[in-house]
Nanobody, 124 residues
Framework: QVQLVESGGGLVQAGGSLRVSCAAS?????MGWFRQAPRKEREFVAA????????YYADSVKGRSTISRDNAKNTMHLQMNSLKPEDTAVYYC????????????????????WGQGTQVTVSS
């Protein structure tokens, strides 16, 4: 069992920056960030491989966001810049301990564990 705890959400003006973090209680393989806005499906944001050597971004955040991880501390971060009102959502951290591959990193079903989420609100 791995527990994931997100932090760093908040309210920011459009054009601003925010970093959300995820602390895991143990080692994991790939990790990812997903988000869910009201009345919308949960959607993929970014993912990072177990080593941190591979990353993958949704088109909606590519060029504005950077995902990183520190395996010594079992933490993962998502730095988001040039934020837009449409980035407003609850951001969820996800991790897998059963699938060591990079395949399907953008799929919800790849991940075994999920955090409770952290709210990010971007005002216009």
């Amino acid at each position: 069992q791995v527990q994931l705890v997100e932090s760093g959400g908040g309210l920011v003006q459009a054009g601003g920056s925010l970093r959300v973090s995820c602390a895991a209680s143990g080692r994991t393989y790939a990790m990812g960030w997903f988000r869910q806005a009201p009345r919308k499906e949960r959607e993929f944001v970014a993912a990072i491989s177990a080593s941190g050597g591979s990353t993958y971004y949704a088109d909606s955040v590519k060029g504005r966001s950077t995902i990183s991880r520190d395996n010594a501390k079992n933490t993962m971060h998502l730095q988001m810049n040039s934020l837009k009102p449409e980035d407003t959502a609850v951001y969820y951290c996800a991790a897998t301990t059963s699938d060591s591959s990079w395949y399907g990193a953008s799929r919800v079903g790849k991940y075994d564990y999920w955090g409770q989420g952290t709210q990010v609100t971007v005002s216009s």
